[in-house]
């Protein structure tokens, strides 16, 4: 049958029937809060590329994690600005470093109502800013291996609830699992950024997180944007060794990457929002160009279609009164 008998507006007449049989549905629950602490501040500093973004001190994080909540957003991950770097990653998991400190106060004000996810990288406190250790110009993998347990292990005995290790070292999930395992920690999750692309749209969080290179880039660990297949095997690779959640990084760009893990893999997927894609949307608003809260939440909407469970998001502390 067709037109004139099948008539699809039908279904679409009022605002309570199209929600009535939308098949995505997209919850404050399933974000997650990206927050950047710096150690050494007395009060919030606006981060230039990410308009409406700061970095917080450790005196106001309990209060970012409490506005998460009412927001109805249940998470929060957490990357570290410290005061010293250098080319051994020592503030990354030391007992009161930035982060460490920072888990502490959440779990201390929000208790078990907030998951507490902690990125586990070293960009941001190496004097080099690469994400891993660094001899002759050349980014080592095995040696940063066990620099990642040490820091994994670190934010655990501080209370965080998920770890989510994102330098792309091979083999760096199967040696956190087995650090954290080793320490009494076997109940810690792992959340991993398997599929997270060498990509240009990291600018605004290189500003934010002071991580940009200081030379060189970070093709030879991150992935190239061509090969689907290469993303699989990573992915792959990746729960094999442990993870109990897989990410991919960006999100707008590689949204046939989140469909493909939705496809192949029976764990929680995780898409990352990244900062560029925050930033676009902004500066577009900004000028008058779109709708600010239209845009977010088609963009959301078209994370979730393509198959992610969870949203890594900057527009989450908007989510409650932008989502209903």
Known sequence: MSFPTVRMRRLRRTAAMREMLNQIHLNPSNLIYPIFVEEGIKKHVPITSMPGYTRVPLSQ?????KAALAQGVKSVLLFGIPAKKDEEGISAYATDGVVQKAIRELKKACGDELVVISDVCLCEYMSHGHCGI?????????????????????????????VAPSAMMDGQIATIREALDEAGYDQTPIMAYAAKYASGFYGPFREAAESTPKFGNRRSYQMSQGSPQEA????????????????????????????????????????????????????????????????TREILIGMKRAGADLIITYHAKDAKSWLT
């Open 134 to 162: 660094v001899k002759d110009g050349e980014i080592q993998n095995d040696s940063t291996l066990e620099l990642l347990g040490r820091i994994a292990v670190s934010y655990a005995e501080a209370g965080v609830d998920i």
């Open 232 to 295: 699989l095997r990573e992915m792959e690779l990746d729960i094999a060794e442990g993870a109990d959640m897989i990410m991919v990084k960006p999100a707008l760009a590689y949204l046939d990457i989140i469909a493909l893990a939705k496809a192949n893999f029976n764990v929680p997927i995780v898409a990352y929002n990244v900062s560029g894609e925050y930033s676009m949307v902004k500066a577009a608003a900004a000028n008058g160009w779109i709708d600010e809260k239209t845009i």
């Open 61 to 65: 994080v309990a209060a970012e994690g």
